[in-house]
């Protein structure tokens, strides 16, 4: 759900322990849930699959207009990433945002907002999310438990 993905990007600060394996726990989680949220629109594609094949079927046309269809599915899922990469990382850097406030030394949480908002506008640019999302959380700083969500 939208809110359980909220809350993961929200808390995923906390879980930066300073260790890859952490890090790439969080990618792995957070990827995942923005995954299972293209699960409605994977299922539209594999509908739109299933009626081109089933008219080229009864039809007889060649091709049929599948690679033009793929490419679109391709570009949708991958809006989809990207718009859902960038909405948790908004979410993250309003959580660094809200660290740097309560700090006495709000300097590391403040660069770590510059971070994520360079990262997230380079979502568009970057064949990998996956790769510059574990680029990012191993340069982020560990945050304080948090005491409620945005």
């Excluded at 949220?37 to 739109?48: F, S």
């Excluded at 948790?88 to 908002?117: E, H, K």
Aim: glycine letters at 8%.
């Amino acid at each position: 759900s939208l809110d359980a993905r909220r809350a993961a990007f929200w808390a995923a600060g906390e879980g930066i322990d300073g260790t890859g394996a952490a890090v790439v726990r969080l990618v792995d989680d957070l990827l995942g849930r923005i995954d299972a949220a293209a699960e409605p629109l994977k299922a539209v594609h594999a509908a739109e699959i299933a009626q081109l094949e089933e008219r080229v079927a009864e039809q007889g046309e060649r091709g049929g207009g599948r690679t033009k269809l793929v490419e679109r599915q391709k570009r949708e899922a991958r809006r989809h990433n990207t718009d859902e990469l960038r909405y948790g990382l908004t979410v993250m850097a309003r959580r660094y945002r809200d660290a740097a406030v309560a700090s006495p030394r709000p300097r590391p949480y403040l660069a770590a907002v510059d971070r994520i908002l360079t990262c997230a506008a380079d979502l568009v640019r970057n064949p990998t999310p996956r790769t510059q999302l574990l680029a990012l959380l191993l340069a982020l700083p560990q945050l304080p438990p948090s005491s409620g969500s945005s």
